[in-house]
C-alpha cells in the first residue's frame, strides 16, 4: 500500500506557538525545537520518529536539533531524519530551521574526534549526505577541544559558512572564557555566532551561575537549552519507579542510580507545585527555563508524541510569582 502524502496542518503557525529572536539576529526560533539524540536512530521505529516529527511541525516547531552521532548506531538518527525528508518534508524544507553538530567520538582513528578542522569539515559532508540537504542551517562546534588551537576550529566554522554548507554556526559546550574568544573570532570574520547550546533546567543552573548566559546574551548570541527536563528526571517518568522502555531503564545517559529516594521526594514536590500552577511537571520545568529571557528555545527530547503534546503546553504559561519560584527554590535547596 502507498502512504498518503504529508500534507502540514494548515494553522500550524497559529496552533499556540510562540517564536523568540535569536540574539541580534533575523531568525526567530520557536520556543520548543526538536531533539533527535534519543529515540531516532536504527533501533526507533521509523513509524514513532515520523509520527513525533510530523506532529512537531504541524504545532509550529520549526526547528529541529541533531548532531552526527546521534543514534543509538551513530550517524543513523541524520539517516532517519533523511528519510522523512525524503517521504514527507521536501516541500517544507524553506520552513524549517535545521541543526547539526560534529565534535564528539563519530569514526576512528585520529580525525573523527574533537575539534580539528579535517574533523569539522569532514563531517558536514557526511551529515548532508545523511540528512539529504543541500546545506543545514546552523552547524555547532558540539564541544571545546583543549588541544586544538580554537582558530582552527573557528575557522573550520567560518568556512563551512563560506562554502554554503551552513547559514549559521553556533558553539555548544564550551567554558566561558573560550566562548568569548569564539564570539570575537566569529564576528570578527562575518559569522556572528548565532547560538551556543549547553544544558539547562531546574536541577542543573550553571550556566546561570559561570556567566555563559550573560555573555551569550552580551554578545548579541541566543542561547539553546538542551536536557532542559533533566533527560526525564523533571517528568512525571520517575514518580513509580522505573518504566521499561525510559531512557532510566537503559542505564546508559540516565543512571537508575541517580533517581534516589530522596530525589524523586523532590520531583514529587515540584509536581505539586506544577500542579498548582495547572500545569504538569514537564510543562513547568519548560516554563521555568523559557522565563528566564536569555533563552530563545528550549531543545526537548520525546519517546511518543503524547510527551510532545505535554511539553509544548509550557509555552502558555512562562511566568511565576515570587511565591512559586520560592517554592520550587525551597524544594531543591541543597542540590541546586
Ligand atoms: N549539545 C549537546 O552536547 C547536547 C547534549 C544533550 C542533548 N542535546 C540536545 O538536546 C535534546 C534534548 O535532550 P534530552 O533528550 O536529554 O532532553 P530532555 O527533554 O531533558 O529529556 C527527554 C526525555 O524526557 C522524557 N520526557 C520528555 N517529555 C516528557 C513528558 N512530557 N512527560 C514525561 N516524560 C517526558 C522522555 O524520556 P523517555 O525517552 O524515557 O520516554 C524523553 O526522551 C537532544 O535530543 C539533543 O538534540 C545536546
Known sequence: MTEAIYKAADDRYESG?????CGRSGIL??????????????????SRSKDIMRFAFDHGITSFDLANNYGPGYGTAEETFGQLMRKSFRPYRDE???????????????????????????SIDQSLRRMEL???????????????????????????????K???????????EAERFAFDYLRSHDTPCLLFQDRYNLLDRRV??????????????????FSPLAQGILTDRYLNGIPEGSRASEGKFLKAEQLTSELIDRIRTLDAIARSRSQSLAEMAL?????????????VGCSSTAQLADSIKAVDKTSFTPAELSLIDKALEGIV
Not at 17 to 21: A, D, K, L, N
Not at 166 to 171: S, T
Not at 208 to 225: H, Q, T, Y
Open 17 to 21: 506557538m510562540r517564536y523568540s529572536r
Open 29 to 46: 526560533l520557536p520556543q520548543i525545537s526538536l531533539g533527535f539524540w534519543h529515540n531516532f536512530g536504527e533501533t526507533s521505529p521509523l
Open 96 to 122: 524549517m530551521f535545521i541543526a547539526t553538530k560534529a565534535g564528539y567520538d563519530m569514526w576512528p582513528g585520529p580525525y573523527g574526534n574533537w575539534g580539528s578542522r579535517k574533523y569539522l569539515m569532514a
Open 134 to 164: 543541500d546545506y543545514v542551517d546552523i552547524f555547532y562546534s558540539h564541544r571545546y577541544d583543549p588541544s586544538t588551537p580554537l582558530e582552527e576550529t573557528l575557522q573550520a566554522l567560518v568556512d563551512i559558512v563560506r562554502r554554503g
Open 166 to 176: 551552513a547559514l549559521y554556526v553556533g558553539i555548544s559546550r564550551w567554558p566561558v
Open 208 to 225: 546561570a551561575s559561570d556567566g555563559v548566559l550573560d555573555s551569550a546574551s552580551e554578545a548579541g548570541c541566543g542561547f539553546i537549552a
Open 287 to 299: 516554563s521555568w527555563v523559557l522565563s528566564d529571557k536569555r533563552v530563545t528555545s528550549v531543545i
